[in-house]
């Protein structure tokens, strides 16, 4: 476990219906959470948190709240996408009383932003919830660059940050989920440049056995020396970035130039 921050998961502690949860079995992970001091942000996911009751979910962010280092509190949820009508008025004044907190949504295609789900996004992000999206790279779902574009263009109009593009897990019965990780990569290459930065997420591989998130990136350095970093760019177009020269006299600023031979 990192030190900055305790993912409380239902699902590594094998809960059964969190419903059943009483406030007195929650007690044990409330207490190791004001023991440690070092946690200060506490991430509610596994199961699906806001499946819970409104009650149960008040109770628990409060309880969370009164615990004086946590300073953010992260719900990971489908249900956004998956019943969004369960995004009441009545639950979104309840979050609303816990900030900072943050909402982890999970969408894989853009027709999955219903109308329905874009009202439900809406009216989290009313109550000042900042909202971001997890999705996982599906083949023949979603692992072609224009459905990947129009999902996180379609995410960013409905007020959600996409977060996390994922490579599937290597789990029995996903294989024929499975695509390549060039196939993120082109995802990636395609996006940058092209479309809003802010609909760009980060892509990674989450490493097995709690390794934590690695991110992979298309390569646009083609030299770093102590004098010059060659890069190039979205399209292509090589440009030359001169690092700082230490031991010389105070010169003119240059311009970050292209080279002219592509
Ligand atoms: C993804 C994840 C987190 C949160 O990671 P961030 O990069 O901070 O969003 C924490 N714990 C586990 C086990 C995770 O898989």
Same mark, same amino acid.
């Given at each position: 476990?990192?030190?900055?921050?305790?993912?409380?998961?239902?699902?590594?502690?094998?809960?059964?219906?969190?419903?059943?949860?009483?406030?007195?079995?929650?007690?044990?992970?409330?207490?190791?959470?004001?023991?440690?001091?070092?946690?200060?942000?506490?991430?509610?996911?596994?199961?699906?948190?806001?499946?819970?009751?409104?009650?149960?979910?008040?109770?628990?962010?409060?309880?969370?709240?009164?615990?004086?280092?946590?300073?953010?509190?992260?719900?990971?949820?489908?249900?956004?996408?998956?019943?969004?009508?369960?995004?009441?008025?009545?639950?979104?004044?309840?979050?609303?009383?816990?900030?900072?907190?943050?909402?982890?949504?999970?969408?894989?295609?853009?027709?999955?932003?219903?109308?329905?789900?874009?009202?439900?996004?809406?009216?989290?992000?009313?109550?000042?919830?900042?909202?971001?999206?997890?999705?996982?790279?599906?083949?023949?779902?979603?692992?072609?660059?224009?459905?990947?574009?129009?999902?996180?263009?379609?995410?960013? =109009?409905?007020?959600?940050?996409?977060?996390?593009?994922?490579?599937?897990?290597?789990?029995?019965?996903?294989?024929?989920?499975?695509?390549?990780?060039?196939?993120?990569?082109?995802?990636?290459? =395609?996006?940058?440049?092209?479309?809003?930065?802010?609909?760009?997420?980060?892509?990674?591989?989450?490493?097995?056995?709690?390794?934590?998130?690695?991110?992979?990136?298309?390569?646009?350095?083609?030299?770093?020396?102590?004098?010059?970093?060659?890069?190039?760019?979205?399209?292509?177009?090589?440009?030359?970035?001169?690092?700082?020269?230490?031991?010389? =006299?105070?010169? =003119?600023?240059?311009?970050?130039?292209?080279?002219?031979?592509?």
């Amino acid at each position: 476990m990192g030190a900055s921050y305790c993912r409380f998961c239902t699902r590594r502690r094998k809960v059964g219906d969190p419903n059943k949860i009483s406030m007195r079995e929650l007690e044990s992970a409330f207490r190791y959470l004001e023991e440690h001091t070092e946690v200060r942000d506490v991430i509610l996911s596994g199961g699906d948190p806001l499946l819970l009751s409104d009650r149960r979910i008040d109770e628990i962010c409060r309880r969370l709240r009164a615990i004086g280092h946590i300073e953010i509190i992260r719900i990971g949820s489908r249900v956004p996408c998956h019943l969004p009508e369960r995004i009441t008025p009545a639950l979104c004044a309840i979050l609303k009383q816990y900030h900072p907190l943050y909402i982890n949504t999970h969408f894989n295609h853009p027709d999955e932003l219903t109308p329905a789900a874009v009202d439900a996004l809406g009216r989290l992000a009313d109550v000042g919830i900042p909202l971001g999206c997890q999705t996982v790279l599906l083949k023949g779902v979603n692992d072609d660059t224009e459905v990947m574009k129009r999902l996180m263009q379609r995410l960013l =109009a409905a007020r959600v940050r996409p977060y996390y593009i994922y490579m599937c897990d290597q789990v029995a019965g996903a294989e024929h989920f499975r695509t390549t990780v060039e196939k993120g990569l082109e995802i990636i290459r =395609a996006l940058r440049g092209w479309t809003s930065g802010l609909a760009v997420p980060h892509f990674v591989i989450d490493a097995p056995g709690g390794g934590g998130k690695i991110p992979l990136l298309p390569e646009y350095v083609e030299s770093i020396t102590d004098d010059a970093v060659v890069l190039r760019n979205y399209a292509g177009q090589r440009y030359v970035y001169r690092q700082p020269q230490p031991d010389t =006299a105070p010169q =003119a600023p240059t311009e970050f130039e292209p080279v002219l031979a592509g």
